[in-house]
């Protein structure tokens, strides 16, 4: 399958129909919307400090991506226009023997708890494993609990350390 027309339907554990698909360069308003209804304490949790809104060098890089070093997927809801709820990445280490790629998602609050994280989680797994990447790295603030559960939860070996006060996660594909 080709990254780029990835798509995939699911169902959260509430029962809510979603779409996991590949960001395309016209996801810019929907992610600047989508950004602009997140708690400031999510936002926090993900870029590790206030933030009001994306740039538009932000944009550029959330919305255009290779597919190749870089892996973006977004959860919408199955409306018209699509909204949406979630989005993951991650981004391969620029050595080019490395097998190690970051990855990092936000969901949006209300969504949060139903599995969302889990889902793009393994999904991006899947897609990384099979593109040749044996190990993702994460980030994480110490107090956010819930993702921590998420990577604690994975099918996946699991490694961290505290280190300037930040959690560092390592993921064994």
């Known amino acids: ?12 554990k509430n029962g ?21 209804h997140l708690d400031p304490d999510t936002i926090y949790k993900r870029f590790f400090g206030a933030k009001r809104e994306l740039s538009e060098v ?3 890089a959330a919305t255009e991506v290779d597919f190749d070093s870089v892996v973006a997927l977004v ?4 409306t018209m226009p699509e ?14 023997s490395s097998r190690v790629a ?15 994280a889990s889902l793009i989680l393994r ?8 593109a040749g990447v044996a190990h993702f790295i994460a980030e ?19 490694s961290s350390l505290i280190e300037d006060g930040v959690v560092r996660v390592t993921l064994d594909l």
């Not at 809510?16 to 602009?36: M, N, Q, Y």
């Not at 909204?83 to 080019?96: E, H, K, L, W």
């Not at 999904?123 to 099979?130: K, P, Q, W, Y």
């Not at 994480?140 to 070996?157: D, E, G, K, T, W």
Request: glycine share 6%; charged share 20%.
């Open 102 to 116: 970051e990855v990092a998602f936000t969901v949006a609050e209300d969504y949060q708890g139903l599995g969302l």
């Open 58 to 60: 932000e944009l550029t």
């Open 75 to 78: 959860a919408v809801l199955d």
């Open 16 to 36: 809510v129909a979603i779409t996991l698909r590949a960001i395309r360069s016209e996801d810019r308003e929907g992610l600047r919307t989508a950004f602009s």
């Open 123 to 130: 999904e991006l797994s899947a897609i990384a494993l099979s």
């Open 1 to 12: 399958m080709e990254l780029q027309t990835y798509r995939r339907s699911f169902k959260l």
């Open 83 to 96: 909204t949406i709820i979630g989005a993951g990445r991650y981004v391969r280490s620029p050595q080019p």
């Open 140 to 158: 994480v603030l110490p107090y956010n609990i819930a993702m921590l559960q998420v990577f604690r939860r994975s099918s996946h070996p699991m």
